[in-house]
C-alpha cells in the first residue's frame, strides 16, 4: 500500500488553511478553550460509544488509518494478473499454484483464496467460504463508516449543546460583565469545534472509508472469480468475460486482444 496524498492533503491542507485563517486575524489564542474542547471532543466521543460499544470503536481505528493509503495496484492491473496466472494453470496444473502462493502474504485475501484451491477443496465450497469472508469484511467496514457518520452527526449537536449551555451562562450572570466574555466563548467555540470536526474530518473520513472498501470489495471478488475458475479447470477465456463483468466498463481486461 502507498499513501494517499489526496487524503493526506485534503485532510491536513483544510485544517492548516483554517489554522493560517486564525493565526492572520491575530487571536489565534481567542480560538482555544477547555470547555468547549470537552463538550465537543470528549462529548462527541462518549455519545458515539453509546451508539456502539467500546471495543467497535477501538477495532476501527484500524480501518480508519488504512484511509491514509491506497492499495499499491489498481483492480484493472490485478485482472491482467490473475489472467496470467490463470493461463499459467492451465498449461501445468494447479499445483503448480503452491510457488505462486508461498510468495504471498498468508494474512491476504488472495492467498486465502488461492490456498483453499491448492488444498483440492471443489470449487462450489472455494466460492461459498470465499463469499462469507467478503460479507464479514464489508460487514466491518460498513461498522467503521457508521462510527464516523455518527461522529459527523453528533459533533454539531454537542455543538449546539455547548451554545446553550455558554448562553445560559452569559444570561444567568449578566450583573457581572466578566463572565459575559467566557461564557460567549464556549457558546461559538462549539459550534464551531462541531462544524469543523464533522466536516473536515468525520464525514470525508467516512467517505474515503466507503470508496475505499468498494474498491477492496471489487478486488477480493476478482480474487474469488480467478480461484473458482482455476479449481473448476475452465478455459481462461471464461475467466476473462466474468472479471469484464465486475470491472467497469472503462477498465475492461482484453487479455487475448
Known amino acids: 500500500m502507498k ?26 489564542t481567542a480560538f482555544y478553550n477547555l470547555p468547549s474542547v470537552l463538550i465537543v471532543i470528549v462529548g462527541t466521543f462518549l455519545v458515539t460509544t453509546m451508539s456502539y460499544s467500546l471495543l467497535d470503536i477501538i477495532k476501527s481505528q484500524k480501518l480508519i488509518a488504512r484511509t491514509l493509503f491506497l492499495h499499491s495496484d489498481r483492480p484493472v492491473d490485478i485482472a ?47 466460492n461459498k467460504i470465499l463469499r462469507n469472508e467478503l460479507s464479514a469484511m464489508t460487514a466491518r ?6 462510527i464516523l457518520h455518527r461522529a459527523a452527526e453528533v459533533a454539531p449537536a454537542m455543538g449546539l449543546i455547548g451554545t446553550l449551555v455558554g448562553l445560559v451562562q452569559m444570561l ?45 470489495a471489487l478486488i477480493n471478488r476478482i480474487f474469488i472469480a480467478t480461484a473458482t475458475s482455476i479449481g473448476r479447470q475452465e478455459n481462461p477465456r471464461r475467466l476473462e468475460m466474468l472479471l469484464n463483468t465486475l470491472l467497469p466498463p472503462t477498465e475492461r481486461v482484453q487479455y487475448y486482444n
Do not use: W
Open 3 to 28: 499513501p494517499d496524498f489526496a487524503t493526506i492533503v485534503g485532510l491536513f491542507g483544510g485544517f492548516a488553511v483554517v489554522t493560517a485563517a486564525v493565526i492572520v486575524g491575530g487571536s489565534y
Open 172 to 216: 444567568a450572570n449578566l450583573s457581572d460583565p466578566s463572565t459575559i466574555g467566557p461564557a460567549m466563548a464556549v457558546a461559538l467555540l462549539t459550534t464551531f469545534y462541531g462544524a469543523v470536526l464533522a466536516n473536515m474530518f468525520f464525514s470525508p473520513l467516512a467517505s474515503k472509508l466507503e470508496k475505499n472498501s468498494a474498491e477492496e
Open 141 to 146: 467496514h460498513s461498522s467503521s463508516a457508521g
Open 80 to 126: 491482467y494478473s490473475m489472467m496470467d496466472l490463470a493461463e499459467r494453470c492451465r498449461g501445468k496444473g494447479i499445483l503448480k499454484l503452491q510457488d505462486y502462493v508461498t510468495r504471498l502474504d498468508d494474512q491476504s485475501f488472495q492467498h486465502k483464496a488461492l490456498q483453499l484451491v491448492v488444498d483440492g477443496l471443489p470449487a462450489e465450497e472455494v
